[in-house]
């Protein structure tokens, strides 16, 4: 066969597959209904919700810079493109206000919309199909009492084919199954509840992963540790190879408060998720923490901080600057590490990692000031520096507070993540 049949007949069975797969999962609309009043909700039922929401970090996607919450229109960037999460405000025309609950719960436990068309998966539905049908009810009895927003999200813009709907279908059949999962009668209540948390609502895995070509978690290595808008989110099953293997104390504080006496903060794509977690009950975050404890792989220790050593032509320009603008928080002895108690960059994951990542977003974005959380703010340095002022930086962050090898020339990397932050 030459190179063309081939191709076309490739094709052709990609075209059966997605038709077959289409056909088997085929769901038609459900009829829209009169929006349910709020107050005809169960008061502990929209509190059961708020919590529910906050756990799923609803708000967080569904809510565009400076918009109102859940009126839709974050752009959620991923290699096929971007793609718009939408309005679930209890609006009419452009919201979920039509929506029965059990629509709601189709959409939550299989990724179709109220009329027939299948959602993407960047909606993390695959984590959401296991929750439990109180919480569903609860989600959805408190997001029918919010406010309604009339906003219509922006268009998609995806790459073909996968601007049209119908492939969903197929992935939906490798990807997803759907349902809530027994409980594991081997590990006691707060572990179960805890797994529920972290692979149901927290769909933690889909940050925390590797993703395949098709932007799929990979089978078998959940937790891995996965990027997600240009960090990288660290491996969550090697929590005790940290310069300070995290303790169960440590992490819930650092879930609650996205920080922790021995680690660095949470910033990027993890402050919000920390932000959520801090409205939840401390059970529901301690039961998470447990179960994340209970996936370590043994990774080996990381070897103790030690004295600077001899610094690369970058690093020592690197020095001049961190003395200039970083010192007065991150230097030894400083109000910050002393007064403050935050730990040295030695202990950061950031600063220990194997690409440079995370201290370049760090560099760049800071950590933004958030309420009356002063000990969590960072400038940003984005529009101080540029790209080899950075890599300098980073260069020397890493010599002298890291035992890991010195990472490459940093300056691409840094540029490429310019462009992409700004495209955000
Ligand atoms: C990681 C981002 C993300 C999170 C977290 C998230 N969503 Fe979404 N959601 C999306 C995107 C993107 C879409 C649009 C998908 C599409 O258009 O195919 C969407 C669509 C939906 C829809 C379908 C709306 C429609 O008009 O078809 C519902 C319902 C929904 N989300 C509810 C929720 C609830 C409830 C939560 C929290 C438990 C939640 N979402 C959390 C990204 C997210
Ligand atoms: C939207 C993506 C996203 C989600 C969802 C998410 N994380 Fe993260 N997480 C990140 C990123 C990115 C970082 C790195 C942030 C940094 O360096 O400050 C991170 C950092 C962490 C860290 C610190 C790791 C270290 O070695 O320093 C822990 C612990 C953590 N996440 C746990 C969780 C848990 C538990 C959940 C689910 C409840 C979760 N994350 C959900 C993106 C995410
Ligand atoms: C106003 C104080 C302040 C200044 C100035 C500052 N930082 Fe930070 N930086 C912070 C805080 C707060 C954190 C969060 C870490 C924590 O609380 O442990 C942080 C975190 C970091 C991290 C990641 C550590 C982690 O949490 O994993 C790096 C890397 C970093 N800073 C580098 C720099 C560099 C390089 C400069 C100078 C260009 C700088 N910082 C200037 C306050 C500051």
Known sequence: MNRKRIWIGVTGAVMAAIAIAVAILYEPAIAPVAPPAPDSFDAQLK??????????????????????????????????GTIYATNITPDPQTGIGAWSEAAFARAVRHGISRDDHLLYPAFPYVHFTRMSDHDIAAAYAYLMSREPVHAIAPANRLIF???????????????????????????????????????????????????NAIGAEKAGHAFDGGIVDGWEAPPLNALDGAARPW????LVTYLRTGRASEHGAAAGPMLPVTRDLAT?????????????????????????????????????RGAV??????????????????????????FSTAVNAGTPRNAIQMILNGIAWHGEDAANYMPAFSGVYDDRQIADLVAWVRGAWSTKPAWPDAEPLVARLRKENSAR
């Open 47 to 80: 509190r059961d919700g708020a919590r529910v929401v906050a756990l799923g970090d609803c708000v967080v996607c569904h809510t565009a810079k400076d918009g109102r919450p859940f009126a839709g229109g974050l752009p959620l960037v991923t290699p096929f």
């Open 161 to 211: 084919p996968l601007n049209f709907r119908p492939p969903v279908a197929f992935w939906n059949l490798l990807f997803l199954r759907p349902g809530p999962r027994e409980a594991d009668a081997s590990h006691d209540a707060r572990w179960n509840r805890g797994k529920l948390l972290v692979d149901g609502l927290g769909h933690c895995a889909s940050c925390h992963s590797p993703l």
């Open 247 to 250: 303790t169960q104390a440590q």
């Open 280 to 316: 939840v009950p401390r059970e529901d975050v301690e039961a998470i923490a447990t179960y994340v404890l209970s996936l370590q792989k043994g990774a080996p220790r990381a070897v103790e901080p030690v004295a600077s050593r001899a610094a690369s032509p970058a690093a020592q």
């Open 321 to 346: 600057l961190f003395n200039a603008s970083c010192a007065q928080c991150h230097g030894t002895g400083s109000p910050m590490q002393t007064i403050g108690e935050r730990p040295t960059l030695a």
